[in-house]
């Protein structure tokens, strides 16, 4: 299943709106960049703006017990964040850090909720949209007491590049660990078995997608779920 393509406009989920409607919205949003390591929001925080990636992307990390956190789910220029705000919900229950720097399109979550109201089209893609995400979520918790390391890994590595769009970017041992929801250590073992395989090259932090068919074999089956709800509910191509 080949990566998400860019799209016309930055923002695939933007781009996905009627003609009549997308400049209107676009007027609304303003310009700004994502940088590495950026928190944009902490669990119990109010949520003021809501970012719409266009060429960075966002980690979404749910704290644990004993100071342990879990990636749950990321955000490219396929989506938007924070999904809480149409959802009704003021304050966020996750924490979400640029992964990626990059570009992204912000607007307040106040007005936000007005074109939400004003639009049906916007109304019913964002909709559609949150499913996704809440898919994209639950797929996750499953997916960490189900499925060996190694395939997840192989999941995790293959989202991060459909949102990088490059074959190779900067992944640290700490965030692979909260991607994976384990010690270094075992972000050591299944990214050398990865690596043995030739699937990936991994030097001190830095990725590089040798063989990404081979990649996708060996990624356990929740990258192909992630991908078929994209399709079928927002109607992107794959």
Known sequence: M???????????????L?????????????SVD????Q?????????NDVYFPSGGYISLILPQTRGASLEVGLVGNEGMWSVDVPLGADTSQLRAVVQGAGSALRMKADLFRRELDASAA???LISRYTVVILQQ??????????HVLEGRLARWLLMTQDRAHSGSFH????????????RRVGVTVAASALQHRKLIAYRRGNIEILNRPGLEQ???????????????????PH
């Open 171 to 182: 992944l640290t041992h700490e965030y692979l660990a909260y991607m994976l929801g384990v």
């Open 218 to 236: 060996a990624a356990c089956d929740c990258y192909a779920a992630d991908q078929f709800s994209y399709g079928q509910l927002t109607r992107w």
């Open 122 to 124: 916007l109304r019913g």
């Open 18 to 30: 009627p003609n009549r409607e997308r400049p209107r919205l676009l007027d609304r949003f303003e």
């Open 137 to 146: 979520l639950a797929q996750a918790a499953a997916c960490m007491h189900s």
């Open 39 to 47: 928190c944009l929001l902490q669990p119990g925080d109010r949520i």
């Open 34 to 37: 994502l940088v590495f390591g």
């Open 2 to 16: 080949p990566h998400l393509p860019m799209a016309d406009v930055p923002n695939r989920l933007l781009d996905a």
